[in-house]
């Protein structure tokens, strides 16, 4: 979608922190942190959120968490560190390109807002 911006960072025409891309996935660092450590894994294809998943996308799913994974222990928050999916306005979703949210490197209360 040419006017998401999530698709825009995918296809690297618009800036972003990026630090991991591949021909499924792309990471890149939140531009307004919410911890040390913020980082949005997001699908390379626009999936505006989840309630727009299937069966056909269940690797494509596994692959975001195995990627944020990854980056938890390149970040070195291994510790704790926290997997949100904002689904909907009332969740909290402003972008409309389904993303995973990596946060972690402070102490994280619970129950979330
Ligand atoms: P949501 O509220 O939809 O779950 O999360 C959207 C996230 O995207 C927010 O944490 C927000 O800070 C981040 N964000 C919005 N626009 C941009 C952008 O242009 N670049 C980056 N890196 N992050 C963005
Ligand atoms: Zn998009």
Request: with cysteine; proline share 7%; net charge neutral.
């Amino acid at each position: 979608m040419s006017n998401c911006i999530f698709c825009r960072i995918v296809r690297s025409e618009s800036p972003a922190n990026i630090l991991y891309q591949d021909e499924d996935v792309t990471a890149f660092r939140d531009l307004h942190p919410q911890a040390p450590v913020h980082i949005l894994i997001v699908p390379n294809r626009h999936i505006a959120g989840m309630a727009q998943v299937g069966p056909e996308d269940t690797a494509l799913l596994g692959k975001l968490f195995v990627v944020a994974r990854q980056l938890a222990e390149r970040e070195k928050i291994v510790d704790g560190y926290r997997l949100v999916v904002n689904n909907g306005p009332q969740a909290g979703q402003t972008v409309f390109h389904l993303h995973v949210h990596l946060l972690g490197g402070r102490a994280l209360s619970w129950p979330p807002g």
